[in-house]
């Protein structure tokens, strides 16, 4: 199975603030990369897609970048309605692993 | 608009089945396939599986191998999770998630609202 590993696990930042969330794969995935954002209660969101592709809907203010192995998201100016857990997916092989998760909380 | 509408929530002993319901609308279910993950309390999610809406064909993960069994009915545009065996660390949140595929790329847009198996003795 591929392995995803997040960095960081949490995240302390103000609005305003630009914010970037890593993801690594354990052996290459192309740009099979998908990044969701999830909050307390509520089931995944999705924001990007295929590494750098903005899912319909979502603000500009997301970005995502990588390929190969390593990839990040970007928040460029966080808005309260940010402050969520974003969780990175690998789509490259199955079992479709998930990152651990990164929580991102208001300073 | 795409919807997916879960089962409640359900308690159920160790050793014990549960089948969660996964209700569609809103698209032609045949042209999708759905997935599982699950999400343990204050964890990650967990990819389970995948069903094609179009012929019933799947993909479990290797860890669920011959205790999960993921079934549709497109008569009613619905896909069930039936997981057997149940243990303490089998208590989750339960998602179906329709799955999007063009030209390589693959994502799930649409998530149901989710459904928590509590196991407990």
């Known amino acids: 199975d591929i392995q995803m590993t997040q960095s960081p696990s949490s995240l302390s930042a103000s609005v305003g603030d630009r914010v970037t969330i890593t993801c690594r794969a354990s052996q290459s995935i192309n740009s099979f990369l998908n990044w969701y954002q999830q909050k307390p209660g509520q089931a995944p969101e999705l924001l990007i897609h295929?590494?750098?592709s903005l899912h319909s809907g979502v603000p500009s203010r997301f970005s995502g970048s990588g390929s190969g192995t390593d990839f990040t998201l970007t928040i460029s100016g966080l808005q309260p309605e940010d402050f969520a857990t974003y969780h990175c997916q690998q789509t490259s092989s199955t079992p479709y692993t998930f990152g651990q998760g990164t929580k991102l909380e208001i300073k | 608009q795409v919807q997916l509408v879960q089962s409640g929530a359900e308690v159920k002993k160790p050793g014990a089945s549960v089948k969660v319901s996964c209700n569609t609308s809103?698209?032609?279910?045949?042209?999708?396939?759905i997935s599982w993950v699950r999400q343990a309390p204050g964890q990650g999610l967990e990819w389970m599986g995948w069903i094609s809406g179009y012929n019933g064909n799947t993909n479990y993960a290797q860890k669920f191998q011959g205790r999960v069994t993921m079934t549709t009915d497109t008569s009613t545009s619905t896909a069930y999770l039936d997981l057997r065996s149940l243990r303490s660390d089998d208590t989750a949140v339960y998602f179906c998630?329709?799955?999007?595929?063009?030209?390589?790329?693959?994502?799930?847009?649409?998530w149901g609202q989710g459904t928590l198996v509590t196991v407990s003795s």
């Open positions: 809103g698209y032609t279910f045949t042209r999708y396939g």
């Open positions: 998630t329709r799955d999007y595929y063009t030209s390589g790329s693959y994502y799930n847009p649409f």
């Open positions: 295929t590494a750098s």
